[in-house]
């Protein structure tokens, strides 16, 4: 009987493919699999090839991403919440680098799109509960969690270049987020003290 695929192996080809891409390096077959230590037949037991396993490195940083958001507790101060989520997606982003670098590469198509789309779900239903409580009066959810999200990456991008030092996250981030929020109708000063409660 042939051995099962080893899930050891499968995540090993995934990291090693978001670090040489990452670092502009050919990922080619045998490069690959050199790298991880195993046979090029790997990469098709594991993935039918090498458009598929892009698919899963896109993938793996989207399930890992929504593993840490399901981390954080829902607390009565939705505002605190929604700090506490950008949090959480920047720690995955700083523990993955190469993998949150690699799951915004359109390029591959998502084996379960749907479950990219639950991350942003979750930032959307905490700045619901925002609005819902009275503190984002006449704003849309979405576009509360879009501006979040949008202005989170761009800061994340510079830090995990390096174009910025890993501080700009705390230097910056409340601010932006204080910002934000006050801007969709939260009181400026319960804001500030919401923010910081969550990106602690």
Known sequence: MPR????????ALIEQAAAMLVAREPVTLRALATRVGTS???????????????????????????????????TDDPVRDLAA???????????HPALYRAMFDAAADLP??????????????AAGRAAGAGRFRDADPVAVATRQWASGHGLLLLVISEVLPRIAL????????????????????????????GWG
Do not use: K
Request: with cysteine.
């Open 4 to 11: 099962p695929p080893d899930p050891a192996v499968r995540t």
């Open 40 to 74: 090029t037949m790997a990469v098709y037991t594991h993935f039918d090839g090498m458009a598929g396993l892009w698919g899963a490195v896109r993938q793996e940083g989207f399930a890992r991403l929504a593993r840490r958001l399901a981390d954080v507790s829902s």
């Open 85 to 95: 989520l950008g949090a959480a997606y920047a720690a995955n982003a700083l523990e």
């Open 112 to 125: 379960d799109p749907e479950a990219a789309g639950a991350a942003f779900g979750v930032l959307v239903e």
């Open 170 to 197: 705390d230097e910056h981030v409340p601010a932006i987020l204080t910002a934000l929020f006050t801007a969709a109708g939260d009181d400026p000063r319960r804001c500030a003290a919401s923010v910081r409660a």
